[in-house]
């Protein structure tokens, strides 16, 4: 089978996404796979595309137009069969606020959050400290700040809008920070959750992409209880905000053992460091195994009575 993997792109993730991508390339190669890589940055990318003619893209780009489905898109309209989620999902999920919003309405458990407009700050805000400041479409944690105190907050803002144009400020909440890996679409499946624990407290990008940064742990430490309701929440998720094939939903369990939505990451990492493929691997699903699985759902899509993600 042929697969361009896509790797690199336009957004902060960058770095990230080319290891992602290189990772993912000698996993399909181990699967017997033809393999070729391609960065949507290079300028002959649209005709290598065209030249290859894959059997299936499988889409290792990190934030920006990879993640945020701009290459969806583009690729629905060559007709050429991609892993992961679909142009509205995709787009929906990489804009937190939005995605936010729709978990709100749904009466999903996210925490109270507050837009900033045009870099203003609200003259009264609904919102105690400390508080967390986001990018609203930016992932491993880039532009983020947890202000604990008021006079602080303008520097977070003005710090998280080189990186986006979008800002907002959300409740903090202490607690478990859980990682909760969705795969497969009938039904989707949610692999064994991970606790995730830093060294310095907060799962910033160093923590998450160096060696020995962050330790995972399977199972987490929360009760019984509280891991049926991360691992319902986080089916719950994947359905409501449409998502396909994968996701990873980063929750915040509280002192009462209650979970809270923090982010929806439609294109999770595949490096050395990441969750993903941490959790399908407790699941029994080596690397190898679920590169491939992601790349047949995604061919299976352009055959009519195929599972198209059922697991096996």
Request: net charge positive; with cysteine; glycine share 10%.
């Amino acid at each position: 089978m042929k697969v361009i993997v896509l790797g690199g792109g336009d957004s902060p993730e960058r770095e990230v996404s080319l290891r992602s991508a290189r990772a993912v390339c000698q996993a399909l190669r181990k699967k017997k796979n033809e393999v070729f890589f391609l960065d949507p940055l290079a300028g002959s990318f649209f005709k290598k595309l065209l030249q290859v003619k894959p059997d299936c893209v499988f889409i290792a780009l990190h934030g920006g137009m990879g993640e945020g489905g701009v290459i969806q898109g583009l690729l629905e309209s060559l007709g050429f069969p991609y892993t992961g989620s679909g142009v509205l999902a995709s787009a929906v999920c990489l804009n937190k606020l939005v995605a936010k919003k729709i978990l709100a309405y749904h009466g999903l458990p996210t925490p109270a959050f507050v837009p900033v407009n045009n870099g203003w700050l609200p003259e009264k805000m609904a919102l105690s400290l400390p508080v967390v400041v986001k990018p609203a479409s930016l992932g491993s944690t880039i532009g983020i700040s947890i202000v604990k105190s008021k006079h602080r907050l303008s520097q977070a803002v003005k710090k998280a809008l080189i990186y986006d144009r979008e800002v907002f400020l959300e409740q903090y909440i202490s607690g478990v920070e859980i990682a909760a890996s969705i795969l497969g679409n009938n039904p989707p499946v949610c692999l064994p959750v991970i606790e995730i624990k830093t060294a310095g407290g907060f799962y910033d990008y160093q923590s998450k992409y160096t060696p020995g940064g962050s330790l995972h742990t399977i199972p987490p430490g929360i009760s019984k209880e509280s891991l049926q309701k991360v691992t319902s929440l986080a089916t719950r998720t994947f359905q409501t905000l449409g998502c396909r094939d994968l996701a990873r939903i980063d929750m915040i369990v509280d002192s009462q053992g209650n979970p809270w939505i923090l982010d929806i990451n439609t294109i999770p990492g595949f490096t050395q460091t990441s969750l993903y493929p941490d959790a399908a691997r407790a699941a029994g699903i080596e690397f190898e195994e679920l590169c491939q699985k992601l790349v047949l759902w995604a061919k299976e899509r352009k055959q009519p009575g195929k599972s198209h993600g059922r697991q096996k």
